[in-house]
């Protein structure tokens, strides 16, 4: 929960800003690119790391903090949180588990500020058939990333995210 106060902090600060002035497909595709290649070079020079599942206070508020670039779109906020675990000395798999244990006091917090746009004449049947398919579809996806991590790195990971930028960048050059 500690790690959470810098992102919640900043995201209330710059949540106007973040939503007004930073949707350029542009700037988008940039951070995707950007900050694939910088996972995957962290990744690269950053020694093995610790595998203990233990997470220094330091570790942790690193990870806090490059939370807050995930305001910027484009810049994953798993991918920032994990890109700061390694650069900080942790394995891949215990930077991974506990950048989606960071995750859920957040998407939390941003739940509780975004539920009053919600609209009023969404069925409650419907609101828990998609809660409970993104909570399943979330376990799957972590699942198939860690098996992904213990057997690669992030390299794969970066060059999708260019592969997207590079795309995004094409459709935005061609529908302008």
Partial sequence: VVCTVPAAIAGKLLEKAADEQLRGVPLQAAMLAVFGVVLWTVDRVTARGDDSGEV????ALTMGVAQCLALVP???RSGITMTAGRATGLA???AAR???LLATPITAGALV??????PHDVPAGTMVIGV???A???ILAIEVLMAMLRRTGFGVFAVYRVLVAVGALA??????
Avoid: N
Avoid at 113 to 118: A, D, E, N, S
């Fill in 56 to 59: 220094t206070w330091m570790q």
């Fill in 74 to 76: 484009g810049v994953s």
């Fill in 92 to 94: 891949r798999v215990s």
């Fill in 98 to 100: 506990f950048s989606f």
């Fill in 113 to 118: 500020l975004k539920l009053h746009k919600m």
């Fill in 132 to 134: 409970v398919t993104a």
């Fill in 136 to 138: 399943l579809t979330g």
């Fill in 171 to 176: 459709w935005w050059f061609l529908h302008r």
